[in-house]
């Protein structure tokens, strides 16, 4: 697919009205995914041959050539033209950000049917095994060892096999608890389970929906302009620490994808295209990862950890905070070192002006954040679960909203409804079906003899902890600490106990050391075009040293029992 942005280009869709050409399947009109809806942009996505076959986009580019025409209706009687590779430019239509339609054709490689075959076939199989219950009673363990390993193949090849990981995840955790209520001593023992990991999950899950929805709220109305409108430096040193700071704070309230997608947009703005943007890409990168790990709302894997019990706030601020600052600073000092950094200082005109932020914009900014930092003080006060808390502050928002922008029917796109259409609604999907998933081998104990042989085998629980930030580099991070806290326990490891913290850390930095290993990664990725190589060559090796580096100093305040003062004596958040 290509993804065409236009603006008061009218006469395109009412072209289109008046041709036999449908309109179902053909465009959908979406808000920028940068800076909501208030970008005033509408993306038409069609599909490029449909395009081509109705020369629209021969159209639109012989309208450019020639501007004194006055629609795409005079040129209807044209003979038919086509896009052609030496032509060389881009349709005017396109957005500068996207591929196009070009581009989109040299770079285009037909699926691998045959995997996807393959994979179909396995899955099939899988499922006839399934059925089969006296095999299933034997053999639980394996069924459900090999539809979780075939379901997560699925998931890392999403890509080559054109298969959405929210779909396969969630055929893997039905797929998963039926093999559980074949295998079970009796349907309602697995009808339990289910019911207990359903309770568990959808806290995370509602959680997840609150935060994101005020978020994108915030986002719309252009709120966190007021966060970049101070960035000014253009000192190429001083601008890589300032955009690795601010990136480090905006992600401990926000999530990593979301404080990513505001900096590198805002680099866009800052920094022209060339190298030294990249690597300022790549500091927000590091930046939102070690950002989110030292606050239990900073990152999806500690909210997972804070809901559950396994780590609380204050200790977790307190612990990880220092960690997580070195995991980011050494990478910054290192960088500082290189030649792409010095003596390239950038001079681009500050055109973050013509950005206009929303009525109300800053008041909507104050209350957003002031709602998302309010969770865990209302979980200490209640004690009702956080994601109360998080839908007490999305109602409190939703009113709010709701008030400011009554009777501005052009302003609908502000209110909360709106906002709702926007968020990431199948990566929320993904998280459920993994959570279900890993919950499914929980249930039936998978987990616990994974965490027996580790326990045999690897005397160091520092050595487990640091080795899943390793793989959290090449493998979501979600199901990793899901499967570790079906592994263990609070009885086996207490709440705020240095595992519990290590872990935390380590699954929220260890992303970092390779462009894929994080949704902050992956965003930087498709937003400036970075490739896997690329990151790899110039800016694994920081990551690694600064998450080594972390790792050793949450070690040594942990031995030597040093932790900051502050916040430990507030009283309505001690213990939360």
């Given amino acids: 697919m290509a993804t065409f942005s236009i603006g008061t280009h009218l006469s395109m869709f009412q072209n289109l009205r008046n041709s036999k050409l449908p309109l179902h399947g053909l465009c959908t009109v979406e808000p920028s995914p940068f800076f909501g809806s208030s970008s005033g942009r509408t993306r038409l996505t069609a599909t490029i041959p449909t395009l ?28 038919p033209q086509n896009l052609t590779p030496e032509s060389g430019s881009c349709d005017p239509l396109c957005s500068l950000d996207e591929t196009s339609s070009q581009e989109f054709e040299e770079s285009y490689q037909p699926k691998t049917d045959s995997l996807k075959a393959v994979a179909i076939l396995g899955a099939a199989a899988t499922g006839a095994v399934a059925i089969n219950h006296s095999w299933v009673a034997t053999n639980q363990d394996l069924a459900m060892a090999l539809l979780f390993v075939l379901g997560y193949a699925g998931i890392i090849f999403e890509e080559s096999l054109a298969f959405n990981k929210s779909g396969v995840g969630l055929v893997m955790a039905v797929g998963l608890w039926v093999i559980r209520s074949l295998g079970a001593p009796s349907t309602d023992i697995a009808v339990s389970e289910l019911t207990h ?87 927000v990168v590091i930046a939102a990862n070690a950002g989110g790990a030292w606050t239990p709302i900073g990152d999806v894997t500690t909210t997972m950890l804070w809901i559950h019990g396994q780590i609380s706030t204050v200790q977790t601020m307190k612990g990880l905070f220092v960690p997580s600052a070195v995991s980011l600073a050494v990478p910054l000092a290192l960088m500082s070192l290189t030649s792409e950094v010095n003596g390239k200082g950038q001079n681009s005109p500050n055109v973050l002006a013509s950005e206009q932020i929303a009525p109300r914009g800053q008041l909507v900014f104050s209350v957003g954040l002031g709602v998302l930092i309010f969770v865990p003080v209302f979980k200490a006060l209640t004690g009702l ?70 326990d045999a085998h690897v005397a160091s629980t520092e050595l487990i902890a640091s080795s899943i930030g390793l793989i959290s580099a090449v493998i979501d991070n979600v199901p990793l600490v899901a499967a570790t806290m079906g592994m263990y326990d609070v009885v086996s490891f207490p709440q705020d106990s240095e595992f519990w913290q290590l872990i935390a850390f380590c699954a929220g930095t260890g992303g970092s050391m390779l462009i894929i290993g994080s949704a902050a ?43 900051l003062p502050t916040l430990a004596e507030v009283p309505f958040l001690s213990g939360s």
């Fill in 385 to 454: 679960p956080p994601y109360m808390g998080m839908l007490l502050g999305l109602g409190v928002l939703w009113i709010l909203t709701d008030a400011i922008h009554y009777g501005e029917s052009e302003r609908q796109k502000l209110k909360v409804p709106q906002a709702l259409s926007r968020i990431d609604t199948q990566g929320i999907l993904f998280f459920l079906g993994i959570l279900l998933s890993v919950s499914s081998l929980e249930a039936a104990g998978i987990l616990r003899e994974i965490a027996n042989y580790l």
């Fill in 52 to 79: 081509l076959r109705h020369n629209v986009l021969a159209r639109a580019e012989d309208k450019a050539r020639d501007p004194t025409s006055s629609s795409f209706q005079t040129q209807q009687s044209s003979p």
């Fill in 521 to 563: 990664g992956v965003a930087f990725m498709g937003m400036e075009k970075v490739d896997f190589f690329w990151y790899f060559r110039k800016i694994s090796g920081f990551a690694f040293a600064g998450y080594a580096a972390g790792i050793v100093a949450y070690l040594a305040l942990y031995k030597l029992n040093i932790s």
């Fill in 197 to 283: 990991a359903s309770a568990e999950v959808s806290e995370i899950v509602f959680f997840l929906l609150g935060a994101m929805t005020i978020v994108e709220i915030v986002d719309s109305h252009q709120g966190f302009k007021l966060v970049t409108d101070n960035i000014t430096t253009r000192n190429p040193r001083l601008l890589l620490w300032v955009i690795g700071f601010v990136t480090f704070f905006l992600s401990s309230v926000l999530d990593n994808l979301t404080s990513t997608i505001v900096m590198v947009s805002l680099l866009r703005k800052l920094v022209p295209p060339s190298e030294y943007r990249k690597i300022l890409g790549a500091v």
